[in-house]
């Protein structure tokens, strides 16, 4: 089964309005942690937010901010203000906790291009 | 500057070849995972090294293999190359053996097999 699931696989923005991307996660830890990744076409991966689940607050990170339901198992990703920059591709990925040992990789959703437009 | 740092940036090399890639984790991380991103498979997760140490293996063939040295900086080896083994190869580290809030990224290994 997939742990992380993106069903949307481009998104188109205007330029300076909101966008939300969507992530599913599955586990049966009590304890991890939910990051986005930004992808520009020059391939590096840039960290955006991390969300761990214990805590109390959504996460924000200047024009980001994670939109995290627990109980649904989705942390949406919510870009405010959208900039032509960042036209990018978007991943998110989950780090589980117990049930991965003492490893602590993170796994990968199939990501969202994301394009801003002018 | 993430503080991961990826050697070479880009590798071209034919079928049955080996190549060693290289990756210095940012300083006072102890762990190193190591990423396969092809376009058919998404990002893979390749094989974690901890202080040393192998801590997990994931997706990664027989004819890969890495280490991690004293200093900390990891190397991927891949043998025998496949047209199939083309994609960008990214290495990432973490503090441990805390439950990880950031896992900074390399700016990744382009190998392209002819």
């Known amino acids: 089964a997939q742990k992380i699931t993106q069903t949307q696989p481009g998104m188109f923005v205007q330029e300076k309005e909101a966008v939300t991307l969507d992530c599913t996660y599955d586990?049966?830890?009590?304890?991890?942690?939910l990051f986005w990744y930004k992808q520009p076409s020059s391939g590096e991966m840039i960290f955006l937010i991390y969300?761990?689940?214990?805590?109390?607050q959504n996460a924000t990170e200047g024009r980001y901010s994670l939109n995290f339901q627990k109980a649904r198992k989705s942390a949406n990703l919510v870009i405010s203000a959208s900039q032509l920059g960042d036209s990018a591709m978007y991943f998110c990925?989950?780090?589980?906790?117990?049930?991965?040992?003492?490893?602590?990789?993170?796994?990968f959703g199939s990501g969202t291009q994301l394009t801003v437009l002018p | 500057d993430s503080g991961v740092t990826q050697t070479p940036k880009h590798l071209i090399t034919a079928t049955g070849q080996r190549v060693t890639l290289r990756c210095s984790p940012r300083s006072g991380d102890l762990s190193v995972y190591w990423y396969q991103q092809s376009l058919d498979q998404g990002l893979q997760f390749l094989i974690q090294?901890?202080?040393?140490?192998?801590?997990a293996k994931g997706n990664i063939l027989e004819r890969f293999s890495a280490q991690q040295f004293p200093d900390l900086h990891s190397e991927l080896n891949l043998s025998s190359l496949e047209l199939g083994d083309s994609a960008l190869y990214f290495c990432?580290?973490?503090?441990?053996?805390?439950?990880?809030?950031?896992?900074?990224f390399g700016s990744g290994t382009r190998l392209t097999v002819v």
């Open positions: 990432a580290s973490s503090v441990e053996p805390q439950y990880s809030r950031r896992y900074t």
């Open positions: 090294y901890y202080n040393g140490e192998e801590r």
């Open positions: 586990t049966s830890d009590p304890s991890y942690g």
């Open positions: 969300q761990g689940s214990y805590d109390q």
């Open positions: 990925a989950m780090r589980e906790g117990r049930s991965s040992g003492s490893a602590r990789q993170l796994t």
